[in-house]
């Protein structure tokens, strides 16, 4: 009895880790292997079986990088358990890819996809693609549509929608497939419209975890009720805690809270102080022993649901990461044990939802 | 004036390449049978692109439709649909395959070129040079409900606008200089200063104003493929693609199409072995002859049944004819419209219908066919189709390989996952045999694979800029 309730409030407060892999975008090409591993593959499976709950992949424009959903695609069929989680922007893309696209990640990972959506301000790329750039309060309102565009046309397939019933020749019961009838809300910049159904059944996971920087989350813009976790930024790791709090009053107890911080550890005969550790990132940074680090984020991961590593150099952290402080974190019971068949959804502890367009009634029918 | 020949005259390689179009939507694939596994998930789409790579093939191919066909208002529900997104799906396989070419179908109407070729781009490095873009255009506002930028074409600017596409395209991937990266290259070394071209193009229907971000790939850009067949349509692929998924299988016109795109791919000012012709096609084998041709019965039988048969006469009778009997005549009722209506993504387009029904009846009549066995001729698209034994289907091959009627053949598998199975273990070694088929892949990339050259750098451009 005792030690239900032991390892209960153990696994409440354990979180879970993610990394950014970026950094190892290229593979195969022999370009930009700067960050020590010889491919994509490589680095993700070593955050893997370091214990990574979560590998996310960094999306804004920078020389060199490949586009961040191809790369998680790439890793789906190599790792077993880790989530994969691409950035995708939400202002400059077309929505109704934009979710094909993650539904598809969803199937070729076996159900571990994840979604940060973002809606930054890049007036290049916006004249890359000949749109007005988007800014302000305008980026939020981007990103609750596309989001909601997503989630239904994720839904526009009932989970039972193909019945390959020979008897009747139908492959799919028409009636379980649903157009969505999106509307851009009044006032919207550049109104648009969707009509689906989505060209691609229902995810895996029926919702993919949608994450967002907390920053464009809340009144006013993206629902907290749209997304499932935020990404919680401070100027540094002292304010951290203390932002990770103001965030959960405001947005509630249903959002999942991410921790973001930079990591940079003694390494390789080097102190992390003496070590590069690239320009500001606006993010709390940690810069230090292994040891130091486990000690500051045991609390911190009992306060937020997870944390995520933005590593200096991708192959020298995760070697220290995998080496000294995972296993350390987890002798402590700071971490939940990684998911072994088990979806994103099932890590953040959701559901899987129904889809919005099932009615009981046409459920019920269908089973007779 | 040797010099001139190999560019001037078509001289046929003698060999042929295989390709795999995993279809993923409509009647080709019999989901009825049992052995007839998963549409979506990752492990059937694996099996095919191993099996393929296996079997040497130069490319594991993937369509696009960007809205549910739809029959008389509703979601077509008796053909196999819903598919992954392509370039999601080639990515993934790019990680258990290592020298298979990734294809991938990609709409010039609801992309932006700039996104959509680093897209392309980002796949090409991520498999170390094997992606490639079939190059499709739509033009109808109904496909572009599902988009920001709706629909905007007329049906005569599509290629207009898929050119002006494409060569943005190509400008983005020749914006990188071969040594914009340094070998040893730190990230923050490059691209080295004024190694990369900004790209500008301002069109009618979209505006770029661009750097590119990533550097060629070992095969410098994505292979193109293309599949119009109308004049204008060839004359772009002449003019724009590196292969031609044609619709020109069967020998004579097989023939006749390679003299036209020669032709025109000279008269675009590109060599006459520049493009390279794979027509869609089916094969059905077995080891006799005999067997193939019960198989064939089979596999006919289970693309379209009955309730396919009423349906796809639906389509151009413009109403329900749910009470007539698919083993007997035509339906003798005229059909409810004039002019069907845009048959949603079938790429049925305004036949007039009272004259196709009549004429249809007649046809049917003449040959004493009821619906199933006309319909059953009319959709299997049998001119794609090569039936027989190994060894007969081997020869027949072997001669396309000798005239250089075709460059190969993009197979479209009937069963999933295991349709490529008989074809990788029987027929392979038997054009191999025939010295018609290559004994390993000749390099890591499409393009290598494919016997493709390398495209030069366009010298010209804007000025360079970092």
Do not use: C
Request: aromatic share 8%.
């Amino acid at each position: 009895m005792s030690t239900i309730d032991d390892r209960t409030s153990t696994a409440s407060r354990a979180g879970f880790l993610a990394i950014e892999l970026d950094g190892a975008g290229w593979n195969g090409t022999g370009f930009g292997s700067t960050e020590g591993f010889a491919s994509l593959a490589e680095a993700v499976l070593t955050a893997e079986s370091a214990g990574f709950h979560v590998a996310t992949f960094a999306d804004a424009p920078v020389a060199g990088r490949a586009n961040a959903l191809q790369r998680a695609a790439y890793a789906g069929p190599v790792t077993r358990t880790i989530a994969l989680v691409p950035e995708v922007d939400t202002v400059y893309t077309e929505p109704f890819h934009v979710s094909t696209q993650l539904a598809s990640l969803d199937y070729v990972s076996g159900g571990r996809a994840g979604w940060i959506a973002t809606a930054a301000e890049f007036p290049e790329t916006a004249a890359s693609v000949g749109r007005e750039n988007v800014s302000g309060s305008a980026l939020a309102q981007e990103a609750a549509a596309s989001i909601e565009v997503s989630r239904r046309l994720w839904d526009s397939w009932e989970d039972d929608a193909v019945i390959r019933d020979v008897a009747t020749g139908r492959y799919i019961d028409a009636d379980k497939l649903h157009y969505v009838d999106y509307e851009t809300p009044a006032g919207f910049g550049a109104p648009y419209s969707v009509k689906g159904p989505s060209i691609i059944p229902r995810p895996l996971q029926g919702q993919p975890p949608i994450l967002a920087p907390a920053s464009i989350v809340g009144a006013g813009q993206v629902p907290a009720d749209a997304v499932d976790a935020v990404l919680v930024t401070a100027p540094t790791p002292e304010l951290l805690t203390a932002e990770i709090r103001d965030v959960r009053h405001r947005l509630g107890a249903a959002v999942a809270i991410v921790g973001e911080l930079d990591v940079v550890l003694d390494a390789r005969g080097q102190a992390a102080g003496e070590r590069a550790a690239g320009p500001a990132s606006g993010r709390a940074r940690y810069v230090g022993s292994a040891a130091g680090l486990v000690d500051f984020l045991e609390p911190l991961l009992a306060e937020a649901d997870g944390v995520r590593l933005h590593p200096a150099s991708l192959a020298v952290e995760l070697e220290e990461l995998a080496r000294l402080v995972l296993p350390e974190l987890r002798r402590r019971g700071a971490l939940r044990a990684p998911l072994q068949d088990g979806t994103f959804r099932d890590l953040l502890g959701l559901p899987r939802p129904a889809s919005r367009y099932a009615h009981p009634s046409t459920t019920a029918a269908a089973g007779k | 004036m040797s010099q001139h020949s190999s560019a001037d005259v078509f001289v046929p390689s003698g060999t042929l390449q295989l390709g795999v179009f995993f279809q993923g939507v409509n009647s080709g694939t019999i989901w009825k049978a049992a052995e007839s596994g998963s549409q979506t998930d990752f492990e059937s789409f694996r099996r095919i692109a191993q099996t393929a790579e296996r079997g040497l093939f130069a490319a594991f191919f993937l369509g696009e439709g960007l809205r549910l066909r739809e029959h008389l208002g509703r979601p077509h529900a008796l053909d196999v649909v819903g598919r992954p997104d392509a370039q999601t799906m080639l990515a993934a396989l790019a990680s258990v395959t290592t020298h298979i070419g990734l294809a991938a179908t990609q709409n010039t109407t609801y992309n932006d070129p700039a996104d959509l070729a680093h897209r392309l781009a980002s796949l090409d490095l991520i498999s170390g040079g094997r992606a490639a873009w079939n190059m499709v255009t739509t033009d109808n506002a109904w496909t572009g409900e599902n988009f920001r930028r709706g629909g905007y074409l007329d049906h005569a600017d599509r290629y207009v606008h898929a050119e002006a596409f494409v060569r943005t395209a190509k400008a983005i991937w020749d914006s990188w200089a071969p040594d914009a990266v340094a070998s040893d290259g730190a990230a923050g070394d490059w691209p080295a200063d004024g190694a990369v071209r900004r790209v500008h193009h301002e069109g009618q229907h979209y505006t770029v104003d661009y750097t590119p971000r990533l550097p060629r790939s070992p095969q410098h850009h994505p292979v193109l493929f293309q599949a119009g067949d109308s004049p204008d349509g060839r004359d772009f692929a002449a003019r724009q693609a590196d292969v031609i998924f044609s619709a020109h299988p069967q020998f004579d016109a097989a023939v006749a199409f390679r003299d036209d795109i020669t032709e025109r791919t000279l008269r675009a000012g590109r060599p006459a072995n520049a493009v390279k012709i794979m027509p869609a096609s089916e094969f059905i084998l077995a080891p006799t002859s005999a067997e193939a041709a019960e198989k064939k019965a089979w596999v006919r039988e289970l693309q379209i049944g009955p309730q396919q048969a009423i349906a796809y006469l639906e389509q151009f009778w413009g109403r329900q004819l749910d009470g007539w009997d698919a083993n007997g005549p035509l339906p003798d009722i005229a059909p409810a419209v004039e002019e069907t209506s845009e048959t949603r993504g079938s790429g049925f387009h305004g036949a007039k219908a009272v004259e196709l029904t009549a004429q249809w009846r007649q046809e049917a009549a003449e040959k004493g066919q009821t619906i199933l066995q006309f319909v059953r001729a009319k959709a299997a698209r049998s001119d794609a189709s090569f039936v027989g034994s190994y060894s007969e289907v081997a020869d027949t091959l072997a001669d396309y390989a000798r005239v250089g009627a075709v460059d190969g053949f993009n197979i479209s598998p009937w069963l999933i996952p295991t349709g490529l199975d008989d074809i990788v273990n029987h027929l392979v070694p038997e054009l191999q045999e025939r010295g018609v088929y290559p004994t390993q892949y000749r390099g890591t990339t499409l393009r290598e694979n494919l016997g493709l050259a390398v495209p030069e750098r366009a010298a010209a451009g804007e000025p360079a800029v970092r």
